[in-house]
């Protein structure tokens, strides 16, 4: 059972329909990742740009994965490769009474690239 601010997840349903109340549909979610540091994605051995996708029924709504350049920089033989990490995500779904309940997804984000030989 999920635990928050001493509450089970229990409190934070709506008695007809098992979605979460109005008053608890809004998450902060700080990811700690400096994610589109500009300078170290250009400056690496295997340099990377981004791809942000949208999807509005996750949380967080935006998500920006590395997307490694097909080569390594002064590294003939070594092969470019994503550094990935999990992250949770939540999605959404809608209940009849306008409210919804969230679900909790691994989702994996590359972070940036390294080269392996």
Not at 56 to 80: E, G, Y
Request: aromatic share 8%.
């Amino acid at each position: 059972m999920l635990l928050i601010s001493g509450l089970s997840s229990a409190d934070y349903k709506c008695s007809t329909c098992n979605c979460t109340a109005a008053e608890f549909q809004s998450v902060a979610i700080n990811l700690g990742i400096p994610i589109l540091n500009k300078g170290i994605s250009k400056t690496s051995l295997s340099p990377w740009t981004y791809d942000c996708a949208v999807d509005i029924d996750r949380i967080p709504m935006f998500i920006c994965n590395a997307v490694c350049d097909k080569s390594c920089i002064k590294l003939v033989h070594a092969k470019p490769a994503g550094i990935k990490v999990r992250i949770n995500t939540f999605r959404r779904y809608p209940c009849s009474n306008g409210s919804y309940r969230l679900s909790k997804e691994d989702y994996n984000l590359i972070v940036g690239c390294t080269c392996i030989i």
